[in-house]
Nanobody, 123 residues
Framework: QVQLVESGGGLVQAGGSLRLSCSTS????????MGWFRQAPGKEREFVAA????????YYTTSVKARFTISRDNVKNTMYLQMNSLKPEDTAIYYC????????????????WGQGTQVTVSS
């Protein structure tokens, strides 16, 4: 089982930036991809971004393109989500997850999940 621990959430004003980190166990190398999802109060969990562990190919949901950047450090077994130009609608609990499947925008493809980190963007 892959262990995932998120950090870096917090309170920020609109237009500000945060960087989320997801520390993983070495067994993530057996996974196809890593991703970030988020869930706002009263809403369903939604895909944010993903990165294929071996190739570095990235995927983003439309609403965060050009504002968020996903990356990974294979040596540190850590994945990051740099979030710039944050908006109040980005407020949510952000989860990192590890996927065995290739349709990385679908949460069913993910086997392991972190506990989440709260991101709050004030207007």
């Amino acid at each position: 089982q892959v262990q995932l621990v998120e950090s870096g959430g917090g309170l920020v004003q609109a237009g500000g930036s945060l960087r989320l980190s997801c520390s993983t166990s070495a067994r993530t190398f057996s996974k196809y991809a890593m991703g970030w999802f988020r869930q706002a109060p009263g809403k369903e969990r939604e895909f944010v971004a993903a990165i294929v562990w071996s190739s570095g190919s990235t995927y983003y949901t439309t609403s965060v393109k050009a504002r968020f950047t996903i990356s990974r450090d294979n040596v540190k077994n850590t994945m990051y989500l740099q979030m710039n130009s944050l908006k109040p609608e980005d407020t949510a609990i952000y989860y990192c997850a590890a996927a065995s499947g290739s349709q990385v925008w679908l949460d069913d493809e993910y086997d392991d999940w972190g506990q989440g980190t709260q991101v709050t963007v004030s207007s």
